[in-house]
């Protein structure tokens, strides 16, 4: 049995995302990663005989790689915390897109045909992790409404990037978190490593802490490969 790490590390100043302010300026976001109390600190309290850490973390919850929720896009969706494990940890398919552009979309010519993708994880391997942290990554290629309309009708369970975000940032209507989470299937954005999956059997493992009125959670995504 093989374990592939599909996850970026999570850390204190990692890249993040950014939203667009009025003035055309932008914000970016990211993660803070610090000693509450260190080893240090705490070493008096307990005679010094031994000594513990804990760590305070503070971050949006679509930090590094995460799942998104229907709640994410859709008020009434559930929400990280109504999500069953089983829901999950799926058989999993890479989709090879690699040589598109920033900004290119992928059309249905790169779906399998022969393959069943009912209650599978769809990944999508554009290769764009290697510009995880450079301001490339911000331009990446996404999947086309097209894509999205057959993932859905292939009754698919969850899709996954590894870019920035599976839809277009220059369309507002956000079409593949608007119909995929619609229809409850789930998203996973920043994955890494998925060259290593390509033409693989696996299970796909996209499970988060289970935290209540959250939209979006960060994950340790893997896959369990078949041997």
């Not at 513990?52 to 930090?63: I, P």
């Not at 995460?66 to 109504?82: A, C, K, M, N, V």
């Not at 999956?197 to 893997?222: C, N, Q, Y």
Request: aromatic share 10%; net charge negative; charged share 30%.
């Amino acid at each position: 049995m093989k374990f592939v790490d599909l996850s970026h590390t999570f850390e204190d100043g990692m890249p993040g995302f950014r939203h667009e302010n009025d003035d055309g300026t932008h914000t970016e976001y990211t993660a803070e990663v610090s000693p509450f109390f260190s080893h240090e600190e705490s070493r008096e309290k307990y005679d010094g005989k031994a000594a513990f850490e804990v760590t305070e973390m503070r971050f949006q919850t679509s930090m590094g790689t995460y799942l998104d929720s229907p709640y994410h896009r859709h008020l009434e969706g559930r929400d990280i915390s109504e999500l069953d494990i089983g829901e999950l940890i799926l058989p999993g398919t890479v989709v090879d897109a690699r040589g598109l552009g920033g900004d290119e979309e992928l059309t249905t010519d790169a779906l399998p045909r022969e393959d069943d993708l009912a209650g599978s994880a769809v990944l999508f391997n554009f290769g764009w992790d290697k510009h995880w942290g450079s301001e490339q990554y911000h331009s990446y290629p996404y999947i086309s409404e097209a894509v999205i309309e057959r993932l859905i009708d292939a009754d698919v369970s969850l899709v996954g990037v590894d870019t920035l975000n599976a839809d277009d940032h220059q369309n507002p209507t956000r079409p593949a978190h608007t119909r995929l989470l619609d229809e409850e299937i789930f998203i996973v954005e920043n994955l890494c490593n998925l060259d290593l999956l390509v033409g693989e059997s696996f299970r796909f493992f996209a499970v988060p802490i289970k935290a209540k009125d959250t939209a979006a959670m960060p994950i340790r995504a893997f896959a369990e490969v078949d041997q």
